[in-house]
């Protein structure tokens, strides 16, 4: 789920106001959630500059610092980009975990973003950075990962966008296309039409009289008249030991007066019992009572209610088996979805960090081994290089001693014969030392693949198999707290 927020067309009070209302809501939803290892929420906000400044305090300063001091803990990310880090406060760059930095044109915009990087990692080269940075290409960036050990260097890749400048407020009509929600004049006829329907002329006269053993109850509303209906209100309570599952539902529902009562055709209403009045308003109307109605038809409406309860209303649960996870009281399919997206990539994060311990131990010792075979390398190919340079000149100077009639030439012909076997013998030992870096290279790259080839396969499995379960009420735990004659209010009397 993604909402996008735009506020270019305020002026800066009010953009100022906006955002600190945003960011008070963000913290207060944050910290009724629990902690986590793994991305619940990203906030992410073009340009920042004037809302956490170095030295002024606007209202937003103190949100934005709570937020970059804690809400790691509760899986929500801040991503907040700038072009003026020099008009950041320090403390807030310094609790920052990743830094993607750009060419800096300014030394003061680099000076700040200096003393950020030194003081968020304590055994940074200040010196070193600064060069870095210095050199920064085009399109080339640096990372800074307060959990690695120095900065990566990366270039970005070409892309085509299309650079509009800020959007107008009648241009969003453009942006959304088809996914417009439907406009409110349009439904409104259809909603006049439904209502012009439902309200047929109907006789509208005075109370009837009935049994004074058949309670009646009035429902709170506008109207000028009564409409009869039956009212059914119980406590039911749902129980599953199995799913831990143990929920009262109160529910009231109102069904249309006939011979037969139907509480399939009923609707639930939002009254609690107190709410309901004892008698009637004062100038409404009765609509007529077609059906027979005495103390008998009342035990008759609760009995139907009651088997209506136990059979066709069920509680609604979903489970998800293999992240072993069960849906709340009337969360539905979707926000349970929600829900358990998060747990999956918990699951799916302590998966990827036990595969890299498990294979950890093998990588450093074939990465040290690498290592000294590379520094051997490097000493034999040195040396053969060394070895056989001296062997050229020692091998040249003994011809020009043979051709100029050294008489020492002959012997010195033999010893450089011995110099290049042993050149040729850490040549060789030199390319054996490279041969085995080559091996331990594919080694290392042959663990990588299986380490991602078994996280691929995690990752490739379905974790979100949602399964709809319905929970029944036992009879014994219907307990039925009204069952009434009800007077619904409408506008004439009509039926509802």
């Known amino acids: 789920k993604m909402s996008i927020l735009s506020i270019a067309h305020l002026s800066d009070q009010e953009r100022m106001f906006f955002v600190t209302l945003l960011l008070n809501e963000l913290v207060s939803w944050m910290r009724v959630q629990s902690g986590t290892s793994s991305l619940r929420c990203l906030f992410y906000m073009d340009e920042i500059f004037g809302y956490l400044p170095p030295v002024a305090n606007p209202p937003s300063k103190k949100l934005f610092m709570t937020l970059l001091k804690q809400a790691r803990a509760f899986g929500v990310g801040l991503l907040l980009a700038t072009q003026n880090p ?12 990743s830094w993607f930095i750009g060419r800096l044109q300014t030394e003061r915009d680099k ?25 920064l290409g085009k399109r080339v960036f640096m990372l800074n990962d307060t959990s690695e050990s120095h900065p990566i260097l990366f270039a970005t890749r070409w892309v085509l966008s299309y650079l509009a400048g800020p959007i107008m ?57 009564y409409q009869p209906s039956v009212l059914g209100y119980a406590d039911v309570l749902y129980k ?9 539902r109160s529910q009231m529902f109102v069904a249309p007066l006939k011979d ?5 055709e009923s609707t639930v209403i939002e009254y609690t019992l107190n ?21 008998k038809s009342v035990k008759a409406w609760q009995n139907d209610f009651v088997d209506w309860l136990y059979k066709g209303k069920p509680m609604e649960i979903y489970t998800c088996e293999t992240l072993d996870a069960v849906s709340l009281p009337d969360e539905d399919e979707r926000a349970f979805r929600i829900r358990i997206a998060h747990d999956a990539r918990e699951r799916r994060d302590d998966f990827v960090a036990r595969i890299r311990d498990d294979y ?34 020692s091998i040249g100077t003994t011809i020009l001693g043979s051709l100029f009639g050294s008489r020492r030439s002959y012997g010195g012909i033999a010893r450089q ?72 209010p409408v506008e004439d009397g009509s039926a509802a």
């Open 86 to 97: 020099g008009d950041l406060d320090y403390k807030a760059l310094s609790n920052v975990g």
């Open 169 to 225: 407020r009648n241009r969003f009509k453009e942006l959304i296309g088809d996914q417009a929600p439907e406009n409110a004049e349009t439904a409104a006829p259809e909603a006049a039409e439904t209502s012009a329907a439902s309200a047929a002329p109907a006789n509208v006269g005075t109370r009837p009289v009935l049994d004074p053993d058949i309670p009646q109850v009035f429902i709170p509303g506008q109207g000028k008249a």
């Open 360 to 393: 950890q131990k093998e990588i450093d010792t074939l990465t040290r081994q690498r290592e000294r075979a590379v520094a051997k390398a490097d000493t034999q190919q040195s040396q053969a290089s060394s070895h056989a340079m001296g062997t050229a000149i």
């Open 260 to 264: 037969y009562i139907n509480w399939e």
């Open 417 to 488: 014969a011995t110099k290049i076997g042993t050149t040729m013998k850490e040549r060789r030992e030199a390319a054996d030392a490279e041969r085995s870096v080559e091996e331990l290279d594919e080694k290392l790259a042959a663990i990588e693949e299986e380490v991602q080839r078994k996280v691929n396969e995690f990752q490739n499995e379905d974790l979100i198999n949602v399964e709809r379960i319905e929970i029944l009420p036992r009879k014994a735990d219907i307990n039925v707290k009204k069952i009434a004659l009800s007077w619904k």
């Open 111 to 135: 000076e700040k973003v200096l003393e950020g990087l030194v003081t968020a990692n304590s055994g940074a080269d200040k010196a070193e950075l600064s060069k870095q940075l210095s050199g």
């Open 240 to 248: 599953d030991d199995k799913l831990n599952i143990n929920e009262t």
């Open 275 to 295: 709410e309901l009045e004892t008698d009637p308003r004062d100038g409404f109307g009765f609509g007529e009572i077609d059906s027979e109605v005495s103390s």
